[in-house]
Every structure is written in structure tokens, then in C-alpha cells.
């Protein structure tokens, strides 16, 4: 049974309740019904978290009456018939039933069939009215009592109260006393046609011995999981399945197998004949030891998978100790926009401005596939969780994972390979800016008087981030990205403060030197390099959605992150190019005058760099400690292996400091990849698995001679639809009618199903995003090779630069 808080509250969902028709007394019952047949539809039985204490509690409960059930006589399950629904829709305005019911129903049938057992699909005639035949026989219940104490309340009135939450009624009471009142509305002829139709029904589950001694039936107890509250009162038609066998007078046994992707339990019911209430427990108790409620099929939920997690050794503790909380949509997006940190504010603006009006769209191209390709590799993880749940055992390393799942070890080797060096590479220019942007500090502060180099200033910072470094995975960070999140945003405002309080010089032209013209090519790849760096998430991404609440948000999270920091990027590139024009430095902050808010901005941006440190470079850091078999709980080894990779950063910035070159190189020839080939190359390929995974496991819940049927319709479908639906339920309209009503029913919903099915179908390829995918490829390939080969020419003429290596060694 499903555990749904700490406070070991119980879900009933998910639990083993099987229903008794008679057997159970009501006596004490309120409101009391003096109607000799209301224990027939008020029936009682008990519910449990495990099958194998139905049997016990349900002797007790049933009192003298347990004789009659034979509770302890053994069952050979292998030797009961089990019969299904070939059809699972009803009548035309049914709830539509949820492709996890399917699923289960579909999980429990097979898993008879490979047993060896005898199933049969039946078709009832009559069974599309359920609605109808279960509210007739309950509408001929007599001195039913009122739920009200007046006589006659006034309905309007009771249901605006209740909107206002001043009734003192519930508005389950309110609604059933509608329900009640209803009675009226069908005449007494139509209410013995569906009460003759609801003993012809249950003679035919009867009938041939089928649900004697030696039969159940297996169907859905309610066509969608779990609903919100208030919820089930506009899904009122999903109680037939429930309240057809009830009416009937047959016990039944609500089997929890598993969950949905939103963690929400599903199952079916078991139905045997009058008194074989031992049949559904047995059932019961056989379907959970085959599932133990790991329903694999839809096993992508987080309680499922926190279960197995657990199992695979997966939880650990935080830096203080008790198992970590997981990341909700609000934490995730300020993560996402942490690691797009302050360059997008104060270095970006500057290859905007170099490219002109061209820079615009670029960014915009760059960006909108950066958010395609960051939404598919989301998507990837989800479907790798769906199809390999043990997946999850390899959540400190996803995106290798994911390189693993669809083409190999080799492809993994590479993956990690190249994002190890990607999310390194990353460091260097954080410690570049930080220590230059400290360097300018004081040398503002004190006009020119103390200028301490950025070289020093790189040791310094080194030593300070080694204490942040040693935290553990984003969800140890919650305080970290809200920080950083306020420092961004302050950085924004305060550099448009620093820009529009800027006095020097009198004259000064708006957008000085912009041309309208298209810039150099060499210019363009420069700029893309940058951009692609700058906003470039792909090897952190997947460590934040691991570590969600609800993975599949991940895409509203990276969209919503990019949507913050692009705005606060293009207002301060707007300010820039506006007062500065083609004179912006690579730093916005080097051509600021001197000012409190410039002294305030350079702190900020230095203390953002740190914490977008420490978050970035957490992927980094799980994978060489997993590598050299470092525990994943805080220890003296994590702290000696992450402060050495903080010191070779140092120690690289000391002999590149420059921060431009390493982003474009880094941006551009190794961000690429990560960003626009492999994401769609991935996703496509995991879409082939998901399809393949799916056509096997209906090939395994199908069979020459009986199939539940869960596909959408196809045109050989629609064209007998009619038909079939006639020859196994009868008619929705009145008997003995000539009309046509029946034929433009048919005819409606042939049309509709072939308009579901084209819909569907494009969907599906735009789903697929088969053409969307290949040009993003290509695109990738192109931009990568020719960033490369751009940033080897540019390496090769700043090869003599003036490093603080070069300078202490004078």
C-alpha cells in the first residue's frame, strides 16, 4: 500500500478494499433506510495495506455470515478462469479511461496469461447503460431519509452558501440530494425497462458457469487516478464501473498495481459471483506479489521512484545530516538562472554591440534552440526513468547516463569526457572576471594608488571558494541560488544606476559607430562562442532536474531562467550600446565611472562568480569523486579532491588571463556538441526506444484470440464502430425505435475518431521533432567546426601573452 506522508496517513487509493454485498452489517448505519434490499447498495468490507489481511479482518467483520463466504478454503489461482472487457469504453459521454487503467488492467491480464491461466474477453450487452441500470435500481429504494432536516431547503440558496463556504452542509450532501431529486425526471416505464436490462445483465455474468465458483472478472474501478477535491463531481459518469457491480450484487476487490507519472496510485477491481468474495482475495493477493507495487510500465513517479532509490542505495544525507529535500519548479529556476550567473549583464552586451542589429537575432537563434535542446534532454531523462527505472542509480552522472542508454559505453566515455572539460573550462573564466573585477576595485577606490594585480587577487579567491566548493549537490543549495539569484538582479539595477549617472564627457553620441551593415563572419563566430557559453546549461541541467520534485517541469524551468536573464541582459545592453556605443569594453564594468553603485556592483559580480562556482561545477565534482571512490556524504576526501580541481583552475588562470579567448573557446568548440548535436541526436533516438518499448509491451498484453483493445481507433476501426458497439452493448436509444438517431450517432463519432486520429497523427510528428531535430544537428556540426577552426587562428596570434607566470618569474 502506498504510504502518503510521514505521518503514515492512508491513501485509499491505493489500498485493498474489497466491496460485500449483504455479508457486512450496517445496523447503526446514519442516516438508517427502513428498505428491506439498502444493505444490497450500502455495502461494507474492510480495507488493508497488505491482501494477505483481507481474509482475517473480513471473517471478523462479517460475524456469523463468514460461514457463507468459505474465507479459509484454499484457492488454486492457476486454475480460475479470468474473463475481461474486450472494449473499455462505455457510453459516448463516459469519462474517458486514463492510458495508466489501460496499462493495468492490460499489466494484471498478462501476467495471468504467462501464468497459463484461461482468459476470456466478455462482452455484455447492456454494460454501455451502467450509469442508467445503477441509478435505477438505487431509485427503487423506499423511505430513503432526507439528508436535510428541512423538508424542503431551498437549492439555489444551499449552493451559493456553500460557494461562500457558510453552509453548513458539505456539497457531496448538496449534490446528492440533486442526485435524489433526479428520481423524478425518469418515468416509471423507463425505470422497469433499465431495471429488466439490469437483470438480464446480471444473468449473463452468471450465465454458462462463467462467474460461478471458478470465475473473476477483471475491469477498471474508475476510468482516471486519483482526483482533486471537489474533482470527481464533474467525472460523475466514472462511478459506473463501480456502481454497475454493486447494482448487480456482486462482491468485488479494489487491487492497487503501482502509480502514474504523477505518483498517483491506479489499479482495478476483481468481481466474482455472489459469495466467492474468496476468488477476489486470492486475486488479489496473487496480482501483489507479482507487482509488489512497482507498476514498471508508468514507474517514472516520485514516490516510486523514491522507493527505489532507496533501493538502489541512492539516498543519502546532506552536509547536516537526514535526507535531502527535492527541488521544487521555483528552487530549479533559480538555480537555472544562477548558472547563467552575471556574464550575460556584464559581459554579453559587448558582442551584441560588435555584431549591430545582427547581434539581436543571433541571440535570439542561439538562445530559442538553447531552449529546445535544454527541453529534450529533459524529456530524455523522463523516458529513460520510464523505460529502465535503475537509471536513477546513475543520477550524479545524467547526461553520461543518457549517452550510455542510447548509443553505448563509447558514447558515455566521450560525453563525460567532453563535459568534464566543459564544466572546468567554465571555472576559469568566473576567476578571471572575479579577480579583474577586484583588481578595478581598487584601483577606483583609491584613484590609481593601490592597484593589487588580479593575479594575487586569483589566490585569494581560490583559497575563499574552497570552504563553498565543498557543499554537495544543488539541492544542498537552495540558499546558494537564492542569493545569487538577488546578487544578479542587484547587479542589473546597479548597473543601470552606474550608467545613467555617467557625466564623463560633454558630447556624446547615442549608439556611436553602430552600423546597420552585416558584421565580419569572423565576428559572428566570435559572438556566438560567447553566447553559447554564456548561456549554455546542457552539463548542469540534468543535475538539476534529477534532484526535482517534478522532473517533467524541467522545461518551464529553464524557460522561465532564460526569460529572467535575457531581460535583465537586454536592458543593460540597451543602456550600453545607447550611452557607449562600439566603445563598450568586454566588461561593462571597466568603462563605468566612479560611483557607490560601481563599488557595489564589482562586489556583487565577484561574490555571484563564487556561488555560480559552486553550482556549476558540482557535476564536475560527483563525477571525479565517484571516479576515485570518494563517499557521497560530506568527508575529508571530497574536501582534499574538490579544493586540488579549485587550485588547477587557479593555477590556469595564472597562465591564460584571458577570459574572452577562453570563452569563445570554450563556447564554441566545446559546448557545441553538448548544446546542438547531441540533445536531438539523443532524443531522437530515445524516441525509437520509447516506441519500440511500447509495441513490445503491447505485443506481450496481446494474443491471437483475445486482445484489450487501448489503441486510438484507426480507420478499419471507425468504419465499424457502429456496428460492433451494437452487437456487443445494444443501443444508447430507446428500443423499438425506427429513427436514425442511431445511425447519426455512428456517423458523428466515426468522424469524429477519424478527426482524433489525423490530429493525433500530427501531433505525433511534431512531437517526433524529426525535421527540427536534424536541422539543429547540422546547425551544430557547422557552428562547431568553424568556431574551431576561428578560436585555433585567434589562440595562435595571442600566443605571447603576458601571464602572472611570466611576470613573477621577472
Known sequence: ????????????????????????????????????????????????????????????????????????????????????????????????????????????????????????????????????????????????????????????????????????????????????????????????????????????????????????????????????????????????????????????????????????????????????????????????????????????????????REQLGYYGSDVFGGPSRKLSLLFATLCVVDLFGVFPIVALPKSIISCGLYGVPLVLFVITLQIYTATVLGRCWTIAEKLDPSIVAKNRYPYAAIAEFTYGKRMSVFVTVLLDLTVFGGGIPNLLVAAQNLQLLGARVSDGSLEVSFCYWLLIIGLLLCPIMWLGSPKNMRTLASISVVVCSSVAILTWISIGEDRSGSVWTPFKDITLGLPPFVQLLKAYGIIAFQFDIHPMLLTIQVDMQHKRHIGKAVLYGILTTCTLSAITTLLTAYRYGMDAPNNVLQILPRSWSLYLTILLVTLQLCLSSAVGNSALFQHIEDMLGASRDFTIKRCIIRSTLVWLGVLIAEILPRFDLVMGIIGGTLTGPLIFILPPLFYQRMLELEKIYSQELKRSYSTESSQVSEDPLEDSDTETLGETRRTWYGTIGSQGSSLSMVQVRDTLQKWVAMLGVRCKELCHFMYSDCILAGSVIVFGIAATLASTYYNMFDARDTQRWFSCLSAWRR
Open 1 to 308: 500500500m502506498y504510504q502518503k506522508s510521514p505521518e503514515k496517513n492512508i491513501d485509499p487509493c491505493s489500498c485493498f478494499a474489497p466491496i460485500l454485498i449483504g455479508i457486512v452489517s450496517i445496523k447503526g448505519h446514519l442516516p438508517a433506510c427502513t428498505d428491506a434490499h439498502f444493505d444490497q447498495y450500502l455495502s461494507l468490507g474492510p480495507m488493508c495495506r497488505y491482501a494477505k489481511d483481507l481474509p482475517l479482518l473480513l471473517g471478523i467483520m462479517s460475524g456469523a455470515n463468514a460461514t457463507r463466504l468459505r474465507l479459509t478454503e484454499p484457492v488454486n489461482v492457476d486454475k480460475l478462469k479470468i474473463y475481461y472487457p474486450q472494449k473499455l469504453d462505455l457510453t459516448v459521454n463516459a469519462v474517458p479511461i486514463a492510458p495508466e487503467i489501460r496499462e493495468s488492467l492490460s499489466s494484471a491480464l498478462k501476467y495471468f496469461q504467462n501464468k497459463g491461466s484461461y482468459t476470456e474477453p466478455l462482452n455484455f450487452r447492456y454494460f454501455c447503460d451502467s450509469m442508467q441500470l445503477a441509478s435505477a435500481s438505487l431509485q427503487t429504494l423506499k423511505n430513503v431519509p432526507n439528508v436535510f432536516a428541512a423538508s424542503e431547503p431551498s437549492l439555489p440558496w444551499e449552493l451559493l452558501k456553500v460557494m461562500l463556504r457558510q453552509s453548513e452542509h458539505t456539497f457531496a450532501t448538496i449534490f446528492m440530494y440533486m442526485l435524489s431529486a433526479s428520481k423524478a425526471t425518469v418515468s416509471a416505464k423507463n425505470r422497469a425497462r433499465y431495471l429488466r436490462m439490469a437483470d438480464e445483465l446480471r444473468q449473463e455474468f452468471t450465465a454458462s458457469d462463467k462467474l460461478a465458483t471458478d470465475g473473476v472478472f477483471l475491469m477498471p474501478s474508475f476510468p482516471k487516478p486519483a482526483l482533486r477535491h471537489y474533482e470527481s463531481f464533474g467525472h460523475v459518469t466514472g462511478f459506473m464501473y463501480t456502481m454497475i457491480i454493486n447494482a448487480l450484487g456482486f462482491p468485488a476487490t479494489q487491487v492497487p498495481l503501482g502509480f502514474n507519472r504523477d505518483g498517483l496510485p491506479v489499479g482495478i477491481q476483481v468481481v466474482a459471483g455472489p459469495n466467492q468474495d474468496r476468488l477476489c482475495l486470492a486475486v488479489a493477493q496473487e496480482l501483489e506479489k507479482a507487482f509488489v507495487m512497482a507498476y514498471q510500465s508508468y514507474s517514472s513517479s516520485d514516490q516510486l521512484l523514491q522507493r527505489q
